[in-house]
């Protein structure tokens, strides 16, 4: 399976750093009860397993991934004590492993945008989720994204990424598709809702963790695809990436990006 | 001043049908204490002033306008006994007729986007402000706006009414400028944050609001503009609208825009 943002140390970095800025805005409203067996779809390295066992303290946890390499990451995580709720497997999303009604709860994050055939996803986690059971996703919408000041050449870089996405066959803009995702793959649609981060001079520290330690390393996580494939030129590239960065070091940047999370039941 | 809408009874229409579908959205939080002096600037045809003073039902209110024609729609509300406590004036908001801190607060909806020199017409709405006094402003942002399904004709279509708004000198992507603007013109930025509207097949009365009584028509205010001005070819244009109706029509149709709503003082 291709990753458009591959599977480096720093990129490892962003995940987890980007899980903790986010984590407000996107696990809010996310508890499982005692005993509850969750399968978390596409866990990566874990960064956003952390924050799903705060949140339910009494959850069981089975975390999945195809990616030998982030499981490896992963498994640090087991020398924290709380991780004794947490198994990590090396699973297919799109053939489970595990029998029919597994699971009383699935979550995925940052998943769908990076597939071949979400809808087949879908169906296959519903397969192993128990009826009445709900799945919760976030993914985002990189078309959702703007910023001031809005330079050519910042448009052009972060347009880069949405095309190395594209190229490998994958919807960075999948946010806005994934209420029907869900209804198409049989869900009874609960709840989906924008989650959105929108920041300037009044909330710097948030500004500074989404433009410098989430947006521009994401877009850099991609850079040898944009390049390689003549997506920006690299002048343009180069600039852009300064011009997105400068976003946070102006009094007058702005930044605006939303999330979308969705609450499905099998029914 | 050129207006990108123009004055037609249709836009009235629509102006006053998108106060009432986005009233939650963008009044809820705005208040104003009994026999607080409120100066609306560019009331137009009084579409926002009903819902202004619904919400400070003691509140005494100065609404202005540079248009002539609007204006003369507004009055047809003073019918409305509610309306005594509202005082409809022609003025310019770059040069107003009113003395020094003449008012407690300011009210600013829509008008921004719509003005050769946004800073300068903050400035002389401080003038008329008293110390201490706050300034409410809520501007659109066209450049926030997405949905599904997209096709290229119906994002081609949007991107003319852009163009066009651009083409008479104006920035209808104002929102994401809102705080800077605020901050330049020298007041002391409280809040600034989103007001978002997103709409699926869970909302189908506020998805049907949204595209096609306000997005739509919007765009077809706009369309000899568009059209004269070459800015869209005209059968691109023409699918395109029918494509952005038929967002409202589909099962997997969903649109996002937001709004951005800013609280300042006047030091």
Redesign the interface.
Known sequence: MAYVHGYSERETQRLYEQAGILEDILHSGTAFSANARVLEAGCGVGAQTRLLMKRSPEAVFTCIDLSEKSLATASRLKAQPEFRRVTFLREDITRLGFAEESFDHVFVCFVLEHLDAPVAALKELKRALRTGGTITVIEG?H??C???P?TPESVAAWNGLIAAQRNIGHDP?IG??L??LL??AGFA?Q????A?L?A???KPALRDGMVDHIIVPMVQSAEERILADHLVPKPVYEKGIADLSRVDQL??G?F?Y?W?KAVARKP
Chains 1, 2 share one sequence.
């Open positions: 919408d078309g959702s703007f910023w001031h809005e803009n806005r598709r209420a029907p209804t198409g649609l709840t989906c809702e924008p959105w929108y300037d001079r009044l009094d007058e702005t605006f939303t979308f």
